[in-house]
């Protein structure tokens, strides 16, 4: 159990320096630090136009909600919380569980976590579920032969608690829904340096190829989610600087999106697809500025600058408001740190929510009033913390039955 534990830490690790680029130096391991919960959150003051300077300085403030009370969606958070319980001692397994959402709303109300049974064995490294828009189907790969290959996509149903398996290749990357909830894309690799990237229907049904039509000599790619009915595909490998190319779902057709430099940039898209937001890395300056460009890659709009460090992930609001991004620093000096900032879209009101030390996966709640932090080393182990937008109050996510015991992670909320 140990050992798999390891193995998810060294995963994360790799996905994150995959995604973004850390200052120069040796990255030395260091004993977890407590994540600072008890001062104010900061205001860092920066202008959304191109040229903002390095942010290199924080002025502490009072507390400023990022979300008022006016700008609220009336009524509860919906849904459901899914992650994986991972024992200190040795010998239990792991669980996939769920909590209700109104254990990050209304503590009062409550209900107990419940286990959610799985037909096999969670034996290896394993990424969060990938949730339809609606809510009704999750999207999961996991190899279930002891082997460790072939992978399978599953989908399952969380009304009837069944899971279906839609397809299988050696090596299944994590899958995404695309907007409307109809196809799910995932990309598939051979172990052996080929891959491809495959839709299929939530049924199962049409399960085809759709890279054919990409330039053989920009492979291999990867597949950064979806704009519209077309899939985000770049080259992978530095060098094969060039395009972002769109594929369409329908019949493969291949579109350049815009030109760039970028090679392992992750474009995320917004909710109503009206921006890509990334984090554009100068490799002279070893400066980060998340950025906002329109679909064509016109109309730049820097957010925010830091010098040093990385900045990843970026997630979106459901409603395209307002993103949310870590900031990775101090790993040369042995000292790392990752700070969470919240910011409107237009780069107004950018505000520091929650520091810690390690970061796996951030997102907000269906109706935005919440942000859920995966922080992987708190004093506890791997747990999952609750940032209140409206008020800036940071808590450990709680629930009847759930154990500071075990580690938590992978965490996705069903809508």
């Known amino acids: 159990m140990k050992h798999l534990y390891q193995i998810f830490i060294t995963a994360l690790l790799v996905i994150f320096l995959t995604a973004c680029t850390a200052t120069s130096g040796a990255v030395t391991n260091t004993p977890a630090s407590s994540p600072d919960l008890s001062t104010a959150p900061v205001i860092l ?7 903002l ?8 403030t009072g507390s400023q909600p990022v979300i008022t009370e006016a700008a609220l969606v009336p009524g509860p958070e919906p849904g459901e919380l899914y992650f994986f319980t991972l024992p200190h001692q040795a010998g239990q397994s792991i669980q996939l569980v769920r909590v209700s959402a109104s254990c990050v709303t209304r503590m009062e109300e409550c209900p107990p976590v419940q286990m959610v049974s799985v037909p096999f064995s969670f034996n290896f490294t394993l990424t969060a579920l990938s949730w339809s828009p609606d809510g009704s189907k999750a999207a999961f790969a996991y190899p279930d032969n002891p082997n460790g290959s072939p992978t399978k996509l599953f989908v399952f149903d969380p009304a009837a608690n069944t899971w279906t398996a839609l397809a299988e290749f050696p090596y299944i990357d994590p899958p995404f829904w695309s907007p409307e909830g109809t196809w799910i894309a995932f ?3 051979d172990g ?11 049924d199962g049904t049409e399960l085809k190829s759709i890279s054919a039509n990409l330039p053989v000599d920009k492979r291999p790619y990867i597949m950064d989610g979806w704009y519209t009915e077309n899939v985000i595909m770049r080259p992978a490998l530095p060098g094969n600087e060039g395009m972002i190319y769109l594929v369409r779902v329908s019949d493969g057709f291949v579109r350049p999106m815009f030109e760039t430099l970028l090679t392992k940039a992750v474009f995320v898209t917004a909710p109503d697809s009206s921006m890509l937001a990334y984090d554009d890395y100068d490799y002279q300056t070893q400066s980060h500025v998340l950025r906002l460009v329109e679909p064509d890659g016109a109309n730049p709009i ?13 997630v979106w609001s459901p409603d395209s408001s ?3 991004f870590v900031y990775y620093k101090s790993f040369a000096a042995g000292a790392p740190s990752a700070d969470v900032f919240v910011v409107n879209r237009d ?18 709640s269906p109706r935005g009033r919440y942000l859920i932090v995966e922080e992987t080393t708190s004093p506890t182990g791997g747990h999952l913390f609750v940032v209140d937008l409206a008020t800036l109050e940071v808590r450990i996510l709680e629930a009847p039955g759930l154990s500071l015991d075990t580690d938590w992670y992978a965490p996705s909320w069903r809508p």
């Open 192 to 202: 052996m340096g080929g891959e491809d990237v495959y839709v299929v229907h939530r």
């Open 53 to 60: 300077p390095p942010i290199t300085e924080m002025t502490q």
């Open 347 to 364: 780069g107004k009101g950018i505000t520091q929510v929650y520091k810690g030390v390690t970061i796996g996966r951030l997102f907000f």
């Open 302 to 314: 820097d957010i925010a600058k830091f010098t040093g460090g990385s900045l990843y992930p970026i």
């Open 322 to 324: 307002k993103l949310a």
């Open 187 to 189: 990309r598939e690799q």
């Open 45 to 51: 003051t920066v202008d959304s136009t191109p040229g």
